[in-house]
């Protein structure tokens, strides 16, 4: 199990996360975790039938028949410690000397952290990096996810992994993943709510495959993942991603391009649905692919979700400036892959952000959506991710604005990282309402307002 969660400064979590990404061998008890929609080549080649894997339940199956094991480094933190509200952030890795077996695809490491008495949570993905070991290959597939999500008593307990692989699935892997847990106070029983409370339910994919969803059909190289939930009790607020998984259909090939987009939720009544998009591909994308997604769903008045159209880049590793924070996600074609004819930035990159929100009582970042790739043409591909590394919010009580402060770090390259990536990342933002007695405060249980003024991030 990862350690418990910890305060930490800023210059101890950046030292650690360099040595995560470092590219030296692991201990030798360290392994690694499970993942989606992988299987379909992998499993052809140790033997299995592709064909049981094409729906969403063949997609649970592969995960919870994955070997558990230990990881090797990880760490967690306190980011809102409030008597209603808890929101943690941390990170684990793992490793593996091989993918898949006859038996299995990927391994998992178990997740957990203590709630406060009273207290119900959530866990969700907040990000993701994979990597071969010892050289570049190709790749036939790769993932991440959190599933099997159960509260236990003051307990919140699950399972985390991941893959990548080529068609053998005999090569050694890195994995890590980047998570964030929230929790809230239980509200009184009392029919007459005269204290401030926060109003959350979640649900969680389960092991009859709900909440887990395949692709259903590809438009211009985008593979297309509807999703769509109806809840019992109160209507759903918003969706939080707990994984996702890309796999070719018919060989392991070179990677130009992968990226993902959550997209945006609409609700009706008691009936929230989306569409994701994916795009796995080489320089011709003219190969077969096959995609999966996992959610959990937010229930509660507290609860709201809120897309900026752009962020502002504050430092690090790009121009200070707006950026649009819509992806868009469209497939691209691979050039002449001339070196200097097209480079792209440095094969790993750190940017500081800050989003304008409205003045939610809390405010957490979730990755959304990513676009990574190579500049010019297809190439093997050593290591791939993105995450949010850290955030905090600031919100001065009565301003019409709070800002958002995060950290994003994405990679993608070859052996050599030449010639550097193309990165885009979008994030939503998940606000959280503190709610007044409804004699004091005649707005409680509605939807946060917009901002009241464009803000200084503005275009």
Partial sequence: ??????????????????????????????????????????????????????????????????????????????????????????????????????????????????????????????????????????????????????????????????????????????????????????????????????????????????????????????????????????????????????????????????????????VRRKRIKWKSDVVFRDNNGDDGTRSASIVSVLTGDSVNVFHPAGARVEGGDAPVGYVSNDLELAARSGGSGIVGACLGSPAERTVEMAIVTPPFTWAIPMLTGWDLGSPCRDNHLTHVGAWIEDFRYVRVPGESNGTLYYTIKTNFGDKDDIPGMLDRVQVDVLGINLLQSPGLDPGAGRPAPGPRKPGPFAP
């Fill in 1 to 266: 199990m990862h350690p418990e969660s910890s305060n930490r400064a800023r210059s101890t979590r950046g030292r650690d996360c360099a040595q995560r990404r470092a590219r030296t061998s692991p201990s030798p008890a360290a392994a690694l975790a499970a993942t989606v929609v992988v299987a379909i080549t992998l499993l052809q080649a140790c033997s299995f039938t592709a064909g049981q894997f094409q729906s969403p339940q063949d997609v649970y199956d592969i995960l919870d028949e994955s070997q558990y094991v230990e990881p090797y480094a990880g760490d967690r933190w306190t980011v809102v410690d409030d008597p209603k509200l808890r929101v943690e952030h941390g990170w684990a890795c793992a490793a593996a000397s091989s993918a898949a077996s006859s038996e299995y695809i990927g391994l998992r490491v178990g997740g957990f952290t203590r709630l406060p008495s009273g207290f119900d949570g959530t866990v969700f993905l907040n990000g993701w990096h994979l990597e071969y070991q010892r050289t570049d290959h190709h790749v036939v597939g790769f993932g991440t996810s959190i599933f099997n999500i159960v509260q236990l008593n003051d307990v919140l307990v699950w399972n985390a992994g991941g893959v990548l692989s080529d068609k053998n699935g005999d090569d050694a892997y890195r994995w890590c993943y980047e998570y964030t847990t929230l929790a809230w106070a239980r509200p009184e029983p009392s029919p007459i709510v005269l204290k401030p409370r926060v109003d959350i339910q979640a649900i969680h994919s389960d092991p009859q495959a709900n909440l887990m969803y395949v692709d259903s059909v590809a438009r211009d190289g985008v593979d297309k993942i509807p999703g769509s939930f109806r809840t019992t009790g109160k209507p759903p607020r918003g969706v939080l991603l707990a994984g996702f998984g890309s796999s070719y259909t018919d060989d392991d090939h070179h990677v130009l391009q992968i990226g993902f987009d959550l997209g945006k939720a609409k």
